[in-house]
């Protein structure tokens, strides 16, 4: 069993900035891949960024590429979402979730990850 908990959310002007949190439960969380989404209102949930195990490779979609920085402290079991220069259509509830299948490949699809966080809200206004 994993527990995600996410913190860091809130509104914040164009432009701006925030810094999510994701904590994670579990002693094996060295071994997962993580992933950051997000889900505006009236919209699916969409794929933002991810990271492998170690931290050394990380993906991201790409409107967010430049912007976004995804990290992982194996130490501290949180991984992380720096955002910058946000812009009114990165306001969503956003997710970390965790795969627990140990393969190599860094996933967009959500129904590739086994466990989610309960979402923190970001909104940035215009």
């Known amino acids: 069993q994993v527990q995600l908990v996410e913190s860091g959310g809130g509104l914040v002007q164009a432009g701006g900035s925030l810094r999510l949190s994701c904590a994670a439960s579990?002693?094996?969380?060295?071994?997962?891949?993580m992933g950051w989404f997000r889900q505006a209102p009236g919209k699916e949930r969409e794929f933002v960024a991810a990271i492998s195990y170690s931290g050394g490779r990380t993906y991201y979609k790409d409107s967010v590429k430049g912007r976004f920085t995804i990290s992982k402290d194996n130490a501290k079991n949180t991984v992380y979402l720096q955002m910058n220069s946000l812009k009114p259509e990165d306001t969503g509830v956003y997710y970390c979730?965790?795969?627990?299948?140990?393969?190599?490949?860094?996933?967009?699809?959500?129904?590739?990850?086994?466990?989610w966080g309960q979402g923190t809200q970001v909104t940035v206004s215009s």
């Open positions: 979730a965790a795969d627990l299948s140990g393969r190599y490949r860094l996933e967009q699809a959500s129904n590739e990850y086994d466990y």
């Open positions: 579990g002693r094996t969380f060295s071994r997962y891949n």
